[in-house]
């Protein structure tokens, strides 16, 4: 059996040494050869994976010492053109053929901006508990230096009674800190923004307002479809 590199077409009689050939030779490939294959998807699909890794993140982030340090979350079951369609413009977008797996990496202050805009949401990247003023965020910059966080797709195959189902797995890594703060007006329209906070409806009814109030950005693009 022979293996062949999918982006040079190169051959190898060991999967091992096509594996070091692509570690070598394509360590920085952005090229998906099979691109072609994945469809784009959809508004909804893709406002439904953006406000999984939100809220996953958010749940890691606590306000005590035991919520500070490494983290890691984990979706088992993340379609690869979604991975692809939030990843692939970005400098670090990085794809490895031969392992099926794809990373991206952001840094420092520039990094929480622009997962701002794939996220989609402004708050991303921390919670704040009013009671104890103190807030859990990720990490990406202090005094010292600055921090990443890590978004890798793989593809894992799963074997059930004689049949294999193959899919993508996104592991997302981060360190975690938290603080006090000190309240002033854009804090108060945070935690406005923040806290599902009860409402009274027409049928008095106890509802929760959404966790994820839609950005501008989202409002605009639903508008513009609205519109046509
Ligand atoms: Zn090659």
């Not at 997962?115 to 005094?143: A, F, M």
């Amino acid at each position: 059996m022979a293996f062949i590199c999918k982006l040079c077409q190169k051959t190898y009689s060991l999967r091992k040494q096509v594996l070091a050939h692509e570690r070598t030779k394509h360590r920085n490939n952005k090229i998906i050869p099979h691109l072609h294959l994945l469809l784009q998807p959809s508004f909804e699909q893709l406002t439904t994976y953006q406000d999984a890794f939100i809220i996953l993140i958010k749940k890691r982030l606590g306000f005590n010492r035991h919520s500070v340090g490494s983290k890691r979350l984990l979706i088992n079951v993340f379609p690869e053109n979604i991975f692809v369609h939030l990843f692939q413009s970005e400098p670090s977008f990085r794809y490895n053929s031969a392992l099926r797996k794809y990373s991206c990496t952001f840094k420092g202050v520039e990094g929480e901006s622009r997962l701002k805009q794939i996220l989609n949401y402004e708050h991303w990247s921390y919670r704040q508990d009013p009671k104890t003023k103190t807030t859990g965020y990720v990490l990406l910059v202090n005094y010292e230096e600055s921090y990443e966080v890590s978004f890798i797709w793989m593809q894992a195959e799963l074997i059930e009674n004689n049949r294999s189902f193959q899919c993508g797995t996104v592991t997302c890594a981060f360190i975690t800190d938290s603080g006090e703060f000190t309240e002033n007006k854009e804090n108060e329209q945070l935690f406005k923004n923040h806290i599902a906070t009860p409402e009274i409806t027409n049928n008095n009814q106890l509802i929760y307002r959404h966790i994820l109030p839609r950005s501008p950005l989202q409002q605009l693009i639903l508008n513009q479809q609205n519109n046509k």
